[in-house]
Nanobody
Framework: QVQLVESGGGLVQAGGSLRLSCAAS????????MGWFRQVPGKEREFVAY????????HYADSVKGRFTISRDNAKNTVSLQMNSLKPEDTANYYC????????????????WGQGTQVTVSS
């Protein structure tokens, strides 16, 4: 089974940028839709973005559209989330996930998850 490890979280001021990375353990990653989700304690996990297995198709939550960019490098088994113009409401634990279902933004269709990386945006 593919294992996912996120990195790149941290503390940043509002308006700043962070880049999250997710490394996958196996080449099975190349056939998976990859997604980023986020969760605040006490709230449901929220979809952020996904990218298709080929990297040709992406989809974003309205709340991050125009500020975040998802990308992947299948040769390196990695997926990234570039986050610009960060806002305090972006503060959350961010999770990388893999799905064999094409084009899904629903967390229940993602069967492999990383451990999460914390992003904190100060005002």
């Amino acid at each position: 089974q593919v294992q996912l490890v996120e990195s790149g979280g941290g503390l940043v001021q509002a308006g700043g940028s962070l880049r999250l990375s997710c490394a996958a353990s196996e080449r099975a990653f190349n056939s998976a839709t990859m997604g980023w989700f986020r969760q605040v304690p006490g709230k449901e996990r929220e979809f952020v973005a996904y990218i298709s297995s080929t990297g040709l198709n992406t989809h974003y939550a309205d709340s991050v559209k125009g500020r975040f960019t998802i990308s992947r490098d299948n040769a390196k088994n990695t997926v990234s989330l570039q986050m610009n113009s960060l806002k305090p409401e972006d503060t959350a634990n961010y999770y990388c996930a893999a799905s064999q279902i094409r084009g899904s933004y629903l967390s229940r269709y993602y069967d492999t998850w990383g451990q999460g990386t914390q992003v904190t945006v100060s005002s």
